[in-house]
């Protein structure tokens, strides 16, 4: 009979969006249930640390493709006060770090200037 492998951790990458709704209906849902199914695999099993990481704005290049020049405008705005990947990193490694007994569940980083 095979057993059961039991897995270590589990990362689940979000964002702020998880923890506050916005106007954007869908994509809160979405990231919500990210969320929810999270809590269930914690439920499960309770040698499965599950790790959810909620970061706030974040510079990426994501913004370099778009062409429509007022979204442009505002994508810079909004991206003004952006993290470094660098930022996600630390608290990612802060997690890694914790003795096995710890779960660090949620990690929320966002720009102090968010707020």
């Known amino acids: ?13 979000g ?5 506050r709704a916005s106007s ?3 994509n809160c849902a979405t990231k919500y249930a990210v969320r929810a199914i999270s809590d269930g695999l914690r ?3 309770d040698k499965l640390r599950v790790t959810c990481v ?9 913004a370099d493709s778009i062409t429509d020049e007022s979204a442009a ?3 810079a ?7 470094k990947p660098e930022a996600i990193a630390n608290a990612i490694a802060h997690a890694i770090e914790q003795p096995e007994d710890v779960d660090t569940t949620e990690i929320v980083v966002r720009p102090t ?3």
């Open 73 to 75: 405008e505002a994508m």
């Open 24 to 26: 954007r209906g869908s």
């Open 43 to 45: 439920q499960e099993n």
């Open 54 to 62: 909620y970061p706030g704005v974040v510079t990426s290049e994501l």
């Open 1 to 13: 009979m095979l057993e059961m492998m039991v897995i270590p951790r589990c990362w689940q990458i």
């Open 77 to 83: 705005t909004y991206r003004s006060i952006a993290l």
């Open 15 to 19: 964002n702020t969006v998880c923890i």
């Open 113 to 115: 200037a968010s707020a």
